[in-house]
């Protein structure tokens, strides 16, 4: 079922739905669920986001996501406010970080702010969905706090029959890439998780309206150790990608060329290398799993230190260049976490340059074609492609955005740490 422009589902859906969190996932669900017929009401903290959302603009930048958010706020199917407002469904999509300490504690706050701001507009018959990649435990954490702040309802919990429960939770997070969340919102399977089976039910029946994909229900619990699984597995296969590119740099080898080969083979499919991995999941969700069992989680560790390591020796590689040449200036080709994304969060290239930056003041530049999503810039000196290329006397090849594909290799000293020129 594509939500690329406004659909005819359902005539009328029942319900008006609530989503709590207008950003790279709220904003497009909340968009599609609107496509779909239903009356949506978006919820954020941030006014630059109601205002832009509310003038049918979208403040992230997404494939189809401007034309279909036009086309629903214009049908007044969609509007964004400050605070949340009466509905019948809850859609909760906001940030779920770690933290710097040894585990990477996560950070609920969020979550347990979302769930603060809608239990006063809570009434029986309502149906509350966490979508943020949480740690397991969360949908009870916040069932338990919906609970305390509204004593005159009941919510699920052990030993009571959900014929007595007033308020359903569940939980179903998303599968989705940047760059292509219309798309797969609308076609990938999806996990959903009932604090009972009636609210797993319910759940994926809202899902049904927006995704041709199977919906594939189970417990609330399963459904949050599942997405964490999911990105865990991603992770230890970048990281061994980026181990070999680092074992191959140490012998003398072109890691892309032992990649393609080996690829070869009927069963090998080793990933590209990069700068590290960055983004709210993959380098954020397996901490998750590594803080509730550190002695059993020991692969995932491994993995989530390789990755993070990886900028040290990307660092070490293009400070080995700058300290040969004291008048050399590196011109660092993308700071987004992934090619063709205005999406900054984790990024292994923003922290490279940053660090570059501070360590080599005036001899940094960079160039990202999504830089005016970039809130705070710090110290970066950001030039066009073709300015820093001019200036630059080496090149760091951080990100590989279709901008940069078409360009020959520069003809002066390159670290490529995302394949650019293989």
């Known amino acids: ?21 207008l950003g790279y996932i709220g904003l497009p669900t909340a968009a599609c669920l609107a496509g779909a017929g239903f009356e949506v009401i978006g919820i954020d903290v941030d006014p630059r986001v109601i205002e832009a959302v509310n003038a049918g603009r979208a403040h992230i930048v997404e494939p189809g996501l401007d034309e279909l958010l036009s086309a629903v706020v214009d049908g007044g ?83 009571r029959p959900e014929a007595e429960v007033d308020v359903d939770a569940a939980y179903s997070p998303e599968r989705v890439i940047p760059g292509r969340t219309l798309e797969e919102l609308a076609i990938n399977d999806r996990v959903v998780g009932g604090a009972t089976p009636r609210a797993a039910r319910r759940a994926a029946a809202l899902y049904r309206h927006m995704t041709s994909g199977e919906l594939l229900q189970t417990d609330d619990r399963t459904a949050e150790f599942v997405k964490l699984a999911e990105n865990a597995f991603r992770d230890v296969n970048i990281a061994f990608a ?37 983004g709210h999941c993959i380098a954020v969700d397996p901490w998750f799993i590594v803080a509730q069992a550190p002695e059993a989680a020991r692969l995932i560790r491994t993995a989530r230190e390789v990755n993070d390591g990886k900028p040290d020796f990307v660092l070490a590689k293009i400070g080995a260049v700058l300290e040969a040449d004291p008048q050399a200036v590196v011109a660092c080709l993308g700071l987004a976490f992934k090619p063709n994304v205005d999406d900054f969060r984790e990024s292994p290239s923003l922290d490279i340059a940053r660090a570059l930056t501070a360590r080599y003041p005036g001899r940094v530049i960079c160039a990202e074609p999504y830089a005016d999503a970039l809130r705070d810039p710090g110290e970066l000196v950001l030039k066009p492609l073709p300015e820093a290329l001019e200036t630059a006397n080496a090149v760091l090849a951080l990100v590989a955005h279709d901008e940069f594909r078409a360009l020959p290799r520069p003809r002066v000293p390159v670290v490529d740490a995302c394949g650019l020129w293989k």
């Open 1 to 21: 079922m594509p939500t690329l422009s406004v659909v005819d589902a359902a005539p009328n859906p029942r319900g008006r739905v609530g989503v709590v969190g």
């Open 77 to 159: 199917r969609l509007r964004a406010v400050l605070a949340p407002e009466p509905a019948d469904i809850w859609l909760i999509a906001v940030p779920t970080p770690v933290g710097h300490d040894q585990f990477r504690t996560p950070d609920l706050s969020y979550v347990d702010a979302a769930a603060d701001a809608l239990a006063p507009v809570l009434k029986r018959g309502d149906l509350v969905v966490l979508e943020s990649t949480s740690p397991v435990g969360t949908t009870r954490r916040m069932i338990e706090r919906l609970s305390a702040a509204r004593p005159d309802l009941r919510f699920p919990q052990d030993g």
């Open 242 to 278: 980026n181990e070999l590119s680092m074992v191959c740099d140490q012998v003398g080898l072109n890691v892309w060329e032992v990649i393609r080969l080996a690829n070869h083979h009927p069963r090998v499919s080793v990933l590209t290398p990069g700068p590290g991995v960055g």
